[in-house]
């Protein structure tokens, strides 16, 4: 099979970037490698039935100089995130890098390990573990730390740590205020979305390889062996908190509405070491990820970083985060997290400044550049988030999706709209001959444009699914943003192989096990066919008898509302059952949740009226071409 290959402008662009950035700079590499113990070989990390969760060797590839099928820069990233193995941070902390997309950090105490961010998957996190005490021997773990809550964080926690260690208080389970909830809201109420679109981010679907995936910009990819959580027994709530573990003592500073809603950094005195979580990387960051997420607050995310300056600049002597490598002395910490911060600082006020002149965000986000100080400092490249979808989506913080244009109000819907540009355009060959064009004379993004109308005018049009094929390729090729790359990669592969749908499960069996009672309804409740429950009035009494609660359920209208409160004689039915039981309800299964012990009195029938409501989200729902039908 021949190899896709770059066009001439695709080569001549990435030409270009490669003699104007300093490639001369080798710094990273010396951080990214210094401390370097020891790793795995073969880098592949296998399930217990022997199926692959990581493959680092699969980035073997990433060396010597940057095909033309790769922005230079992207690849110099990606040689940078593909170093794996066990590193020192200072003597007494450790890091492992590139089992995961994040990296998990040991903290040696005064009898054992504090462990922090233990990666996605509990595979990977056993792997990096076990590579730990091949080197430093064979040492008990006193306390987890979840930076924030966000899966590559907490994931594989269970394949660190047991659960009757947690409950006999052998190990503690540190997390900041709001963690949990966060993780179900991200996790379950959005997750077959989010899970969708980032099969799409981090190219899980694609060959790796020069054409290919070949990384993520924040790290390589994400795991896909078993997600876990345990949940926190330690809960951090303001900044200043002091704590003592193993004799080591952590000094903690809240960051929440940061990279996420609940997040925090905390300094090791007797290490003089910041753990600064995800919110000083090599690379910037998003403000809102491309598979989907609320919007966060650069404004506060560069505040949080001026305090921790602040409070830990002046005693810290080296910042190591939950992903890339650290940085070492105090002068480099100051510097890298005051371009950090500047950086967040500059996109977030100038893009306030523009949009009160009206300007629009797409508007903005073509305009906007970096001063150069901060355009030439690596950490501030666009890898993983960039300059064009963080100033849109600062945009969309404070202004929402309308841009103020009567015109652009009520527009119809994609579908609708392309078999009128079409029509307007002379019909779907014009349309692709005009494409065609633009692809001819290097421009891309016409060319997608016009060919996005013309497939979801007529989405079997084989020739122009073709051409936007190889138009989202090189779009693909050109891009030093790792997730874009993924993006128009992954877009091209459904074009020519069909819909791969999810290779990841949104949710796993922990998270549904966290769903507090108020949550499990909510879930229920997102689930529910409106149109199709229009009719449908049902008063249910579930009883959780290890608890004592009642909680009046309603349908009408559609809706399905939830209130605490006792039970009463009116309702259609009435379940009781505990809490236990909740997960194998979340999951569908009625007979699961009779064998746990649930009963039904009353009518039975008006549960299964609920019941045969739900219309869960569909992992393999269209992205490139037009759902054909509407639910």
């Given at each position: ?13 990435n030409?270009?970037?490669l ?14 490698s ?18 692959v ?27 940078l ?5 066990l ?29 922090i ?77 989010m899970?969708?679109r ?5 190219g ?63 300094y ?34 560069s ?15 080296v ?11 105090r ?17 977030h ?6 949009l ?9 986000a ?13 950490s501030?490249?666009g ?5 064009s979808h ?54 891309y ?16 049009n ?54 507090t ?6 879930v ?5 066919n ?25 349908l ?15 309702a ?5 059952l505990?809490r ?20 039904v ?29 509407l639910p």
């Amino acid at each position: 099979m021949t190899q896709p290959s770059a066009s001439s402008f695709t080569s001549q662009a990435n030409k270009a970037a490669l003699e104007s950035m300093p490639f001369t700079d080798v710094r990273d590499f010396e951080d990214a490698s210094h401390g370097f113990l020891g790793t795995i070989s073969p880098a592949i990390i296998n399930n217990a039935s022997g199926g692959v969760v990581w493959d680092a060797a699969s980035y073997d590839f990433l060396t010597g100089d940057a095909p033309d099928t790769v922005h230079p820069s992207l690849w110099r990233q990606s040689r940078l995130t593909a170093m794996h193995g066990l590193f020192e941070v200072v003597e007494g902390i450790y890091q492992v890098r590139g089992f995961d997309l994040s990296n998990v950090t040991f903290v040696e105490g005064d009898t054992g390990v504090i462990v922090i961010d233990p990666l996605i998957s509990k595979e990977t996190a056993a792997a990096a573990w076990s590579l730990y005490r091949e080197h430093r021997g064979d040492r008990q773990v006193t306390a987890v730390i979840y930076t924030h809550s966000h899966v590559d964080h907490f994931g594989g926690v269970r394949g660190i740590v047991d659960q009757a260690d947690v409950d006999s208080g052998a190990v503690i389970v540190v997390a900041p205020e709001g963690f949990i909830d966060h993780v179900v809201a991200e996790n379950v109420y959005a997750g077959t979305a989010m899970t969708r679109r980032a099969a799409y981010m981090y190219g899980a679907a694609l060959s790796r390889g020069p054409a290919g995936q070949l990384g993520a910009g924040l790290g390589q990819t994400t795991s896909t062996g078993e997600v876990t959580v345990i949940l926190p027994t330690k809960t951090i709530t303001t900044t200043g908190e002091s704590l003592t573990i193993d004799g080591v003592e952590i000094v903690f500073q809240m960051a929440p509405g940061t990279e996420a809603p609940s997040e925090m950094h905390f300094y090791f005195p007797r290490y003089k070491a910041l753990c600064m979580a995800e919110n000083a990387t090599h690379t910037q960051h998003n403000l809102l990820t491309l598979r989907g997420a609320l919007v966060r607050d650069p404004h506060v995310w560069s505040q949080y970083l001026t305090e921790a300056i602040e409070t830990f600049g002046s005693t810290a002597d080296v910042v190591f985060t939950s992903h890339h490598w650290p940085t070492w002395g105090r002068e480099r910490i100051i510097d890298f997290l005051s371009i950090q911060r500047d950086m967040y600082g500059y996109l977030h006020d100038q893009t306030l400044r523009l949009l009160n002149k009206g300007y629009t965000g797409a508007e903005i986000a073509e305009r906007m550049q970096l001063p150069p100080a901060l355009e030439a400092a690596w950490s501030t490249h666009g890898y993983y988030g960039s300059i064009s979808h963080n100033v849109k989506a600062i945009y969309q913080r404070y202004m929402g999706w309308f841009d103020g244009n009567p015109a652009r109000l009520w527009q119809h819907t994609p579908g609708d709209a392309a078999s009128r540009y079409v029509a307007a355009m002379g019909g779907i060959d014009s349309v692709i001959g005009q494409a065609r064009t633009a692809f001819d004379s290097g421009d891309y993004r016409w060319a997608a444009t016009l060919l996005d109308h013309a497939i979801f005018a007529e989405p079997d049009n084989a020739d122009a699914s073709a051409l936007l094929a190889d138009t989202l390729e090189q779009l693909g090729f050109g891009s030093e943003n790792g997730t874009w790359r993924n993006f128009f990669l992954s877009g091209a592969t459904e074009l020519r192989s069909g819909n791969f749908g999810t290779p990841v499960a949104a949710n796993s069996h922990d998270m549904l096990d966290q769903l507090t009672v108020e949550q499990f309804f909510d879930v229920v409740a997102i689930q529910i066919n409106g149109p199709k429950a229009w009719d449908l009035n049902v008063a249910l009494d579930w009883t959780f008898t290890d608890s004592g609660e009642n909680y009046r359920v309603t349908l009408n209208n559609g809706v399905l509302i939830y209130v605490k409160r006792a039970a009463a004689v009116d309702a259609d039915a009435t379940i009781a059952l505990t809490r236990a039981v909740i997960p194998a309800l979340a999951t569908g299964s009625l007979d699961d949740a009779r064998s746990a012990g649930m009963t039904v009195t009353g009518n039975e029938a008006a549960l299964m009226s609920i019941l045969s409501m739900l219309d869960p989200g569909d992992p393999g729902f269209n992205i490139v071409t037009p759902r054909l039908t509407l639910p």
